[in-house]
């Protein structure tokens, strides 16, 4: 059974950092054969994209939102995908999620999604 997990979420003050971490469990589960989307859902919003990183992580993409602020990452050796967050601002609430596919698009185009994790910005 594959999954992915994220952690790092929490409750910060408006112009502090986080750092959110997307793991993958499951023994025959490789990270780094897949592209890795962030995205996040603030309540009573619609999911948005946040950012994707491809296979390498030699590109990267970003929402208008986040860019500047946000960078992701990836450790193919550790299975893992990071999402730093810096400068955060209140309406960076949301729960945030991690997605896995095959190629990088909107978030119908991922296969696995984790279980998210709530990031809370007070001003």
């Known amino acids: 059974q594959v999954q992915l997990v994220e952690s790092g979420g929490g409750m910060v003050q408006a112009g502090g950092s986080l750092r959110l971490s997307c793991a993958a469990s499951?023994?025959?589960?490789?990270?780094?054969?897949?592209?890795v989307g962030w995205f996040r859902r603030a309540p009573g919003k619609e999911r948005e994209f946040v950012a994707h990183?491809?296979?390498?992580?030699?590109?990267?993409s970003y929402a208008d939102s986040v860019k500047g602020r946000f960078t992701v990452s990836r450790d193919n050796a550790e299975n893992t995908v990071a999402l730093q967050m810096n400068s955060l601002k209140p309406e960076d609430t949301a729960v945030y999620y991690c997605?896995?596919?095959?190629?990088?698009?909107?978030?119908?185009?991922?296969?696995?999604w984790g279980q998210g994790t709530q990031v809370t910005v007070s001003s």
């Open positions: 499951g023994r025959t589960f490789s990270i780094s054969n897949y592209v």
């Open positions: 990183i491809n296979y390498s992580g030699s590109s990267t």
């Open positions: 997605a896995a596919g095959i190629e990088i698009g909107p978030s119908s185009t991922y296969h696995y």
